[in-house]
């Protein structure tokens, strides 16, 4: 099982954890959970007004050992409006744009999408249950 916890933190909120939103899905392979702008296709979806976030920003697949990979999805820009991160514990990890980074098995952690223009992130909590 895959859990996520979604986020949406601007200015002033840093720190609030108010209007956050969950979603989670069985470790079962081709499951999906998809973050960003348009709510038909995302399970947890920003504020439509987010232009740094894509329509489809990130997807969690689960692969045929039922571990969890994270992608970053390319976006209709060449160039991101946004920085990702993943952060396990006290380690953190940019993740390129278009790149994909798989999980840890059992762990728990968050990813972290920056708007680059403002002080605005969507962060999106992980645990994938052993």
Known sequence: MLELTMATVSGADAGATAGMTMAEAPSEP??????????????????????????????????????????????????????????????????????????PHGGSGEIVVQDRTAPRSVNVGFYHEA
Request: some cysteine.
């Open 30 to 103: 081709g499951a999906v959970l998809r973050v960003g702008r348009d709510a038909s296709m995302c399970r947890l979806a920003t504020p439509e007004d987010w232009l740094f976030v894509s329509r489809v920003h990130l997807e969690f697949l689960c692969g045929p050992d039922g571990g969890w990979q994270l992608s970053w999805l390319r976006g209709s820009q060449a160039e991101p409006s946004s920085e990702v991160r993943l952060v396990v514990g006290e380690y953190a990890q940019p993740l390129g744009y278009g790149a994909t980074v798989r999980l």
